[in-house]
């Protein structure tokens, strides 16, 4: 029977929800400092050029504080694998690049002066094909690339693979091999990229107002990057307008906008444009998978051979780093008896990519699961029946190495198949008509408590009660949107017994909170959420001893509820606040404060990238009906059924929204988002352009939570945030191509594409 909560499982309205909602939230863009400049950048005209400045035109410019370049600073390349020059000298690599910088005592100077730099450029030809740039004859993209692959332009190369391939491909009875090829996607944060640097000449320390989304490693990065002491750089978070991975790596912007703070000594603001959010912040990876996969005669799979070749473009972000995931989902996603992969990562003249929510596994999962439909096709068994067969399951212990403690992957897909039969509105004579209807369905695993990348994948916690019974939570996590500072509260509310409206969640400044690595990997609920149940752990232990000697008791089993602490043996209670002044004020003094430190049980991967990465694993499934206009080409999606194995349902309202965020940002994945590229220059750097879903483009999203109470989880918790986008480009290809009984091996599927599959079909037919 599960146990029954006071607060978690409930609906919980997100904590900054009125802040929000009133305009009262303080984000980046609202920050204002007394003597404050304004920062602007000059960007390359050309992604692969020489180029000389000449900056007078501009220090002359009344209102112009500061004009540095290349020359002027000394600093350290930047980014994983540091081969990106914050300020570039003489030669660009892309069309980001930037050249100059400014601040000045208005944003409109700012900018004017950027106008007024001269640049002379020496127009070279780029390479914006990592085939081309692989070539024997290829000119080195990046001078600052360790030369330590077989040819200089490879950035990053993984290898990984279990089981015996070869034994796996006689036993097959179906073969079957496709190229896939993924597009560039932008985060498209509805705040756009800002920061505000304050560093004082009297004792050398700088502040930085930033909205990273890894505060304490952003520290460290950024003292590499300036040569200063990471102690002497703090970070404070204003409220973050989106992040969806983008905010994980440190970007040129940050650290110019430090150095005019330090050459001037007065704070300054830089904050970008629309068009420059495009421009210049980092995007999904753009890719090609070549899949190989067998199946036997009972439908059961038998191996995967994949080969990636990843678009780096000029500088190695985190990126590069995505087959950490996508590897993973190859190995491990359904039963496979065996796996071969090899990926990489080559640079060109093209802008690079960083992180984003999925972190490569929409990509692979795409690839995959179209390749799951077409193995069912040519061996003849149903697409549901295909997936069951080989669904993963509880106790299973994958070539990788993944541990499945829990495991709802087949609740799941029975879920979303029994959901979607049950109402679905397809009948097999409406496909004669105009409009085409299909169904797709679609699988993912993910990690779902951290994932072992850096050497701590922990965090901290500090827990206080103070003398009038409020409570506040001092947490290493942070929070960009997700909703963590909501759960935290709701646990400590649990805990304590003490009611919401007086727990404060503090998460936000880099000199008070403890050590986390940030958010990402759908870990701060797991992480965080276990590391304050093990501050509420020791906090109790010495409230319950003292409550049981102000009561006179022998026993400090205790409970907690409305404000009291209540004994568990003869019923008496006392109130919190008065244990705690207690504490405070009777010799010896003590305060009501504890401090925990959680690390996930997960283990680094081997040398071979085998290894249990996380604590625990989520799965989802998803079903999507679509609807193709054979006239337009235009694609409607008609219902998504999406389950999900969450573990524990904490708040199910707060849930509900990453959902529904998450899925509708895979159906912009799937349909209509792509940022376009020709020689190395975006062509479509606004909203418009890009073809961002809007609010009517949104279908029915039906959501079952599968609840699996992992054990190592928060009350059986595990992350959810990056899984609800991961299935449904998949899904909605597996549904398009049901519709047009087409192949579908490239995203996103524009109406063109439609068309020229129908435009096709019909010449076949002729």
Known sequence: MKKEYTIIGKPVPKQDAKIRVTGRAVYGHDIEIPGMLHGAILRTAHPRAEFELDTSAARKLPGVVCVITGDDVDTNNISYKRDHPILKKGVTGCIRDEIAAVAAESKEIAEEAIRLIKVKYKIKKGVFCPEEALRENAPRINPYSSGKFSHPNIAEVFHYEHGDVEEQRKRSKVILSRRFTLPRMTHACMATSNITASFSPVDGKLLLYSSTQVPFLYQRDMAHALKMNPSDIRIIQPVIGGGFGSKLDMYPFEPICALLSIKTGRPVQLLYSREEEFIASPTRQPMIIDLTAGIDEKGRFTFREVNILKDNGAYTSWGATTPFVIMQAFSSLYKVPACRFDAKAVYTNNVFAGSFRGYGNPQATFALERMIDLLADEIGISKTEIRRINANEKGEVTGQGLHYETCGHRECLDTVITASENKRTISPSENKQRFLKGIGYASMLHVGGGAKIYRSDGCGTTLKIDPYGFCTVITGSNEIGQGSETVLAMIACEEMGIDLSRIKVINTDTDVKPWDVGV???????????????????????????????????????????????????????????????????????????????????????????????????????????????????????????????????????????????????????????????????????????????????????????????????????????????????????????????????????????????????????
């Open 520 to 766: 990402h990997a759908s870990r701060t609920s797991f992480v965080a959420g276990n590391s304050l149940l093990g501050a509420i752990r020791l906090l109790k232990e010495k409230l319950s001893k003292k409550a049981a000697q102000l009561l006179g008791e022998s026993d400090a089993t205790m409970n907690y509820t409305k404000g009291q602490i209540v004994s568990a043996v003869s019923g008496a209670s006392i109130a919190l606040d008065k244990v705690v002044r207690e504490m405070h004020f009777s010799e010896p003094g003590e305060l009501a404060i504890a401090s925990y430190f959680y690390e996930p049980s997960s283990r680094f991967q081997d040398k071979a990238f085998k290894g249990n990465v996380s604590g625990t694993y989520a799965f989802a499934s998803q079903a999507i009906e679509v609807e193709v206009d054979t006239y337009t080409g235009n694609i409607r999606v008609k219902d998504i059924w999406v389950a999900q194995d969450v573990g524990k349902v904490l708040n199910p309202l707060l849930l509900d929204g990453q959902i529904q965020g998450g899925v509708v940002q895979g159906i912009g994945y799937a349909l209509s988002e792509e940022l376009l590229m020709k020689d190395g220059k975006i062509l479509n750097p606004n909203f418009h352009n890009y073809k961002l879903l809007t609010a009517s483009d949104i279908p029915e999203i039906h959501f079952y939570p599968v609840e699996t109470l992992d054990k190592q989880g928060p009350y059986g918790a595990k992350g959810v945030g990056e899984a609800p986008l991961i299935p449904t480009a998949a899904a909605i290809a597996n549904a398009v191509a049901d519709a047009l009984q087409a192949e579908i091996l490239d995203l996103p599927i524009t109406p063109e594409k439609v068309l020229r599959i129908i435009a096709g079909k019909k010449a076949e037919k002729n």
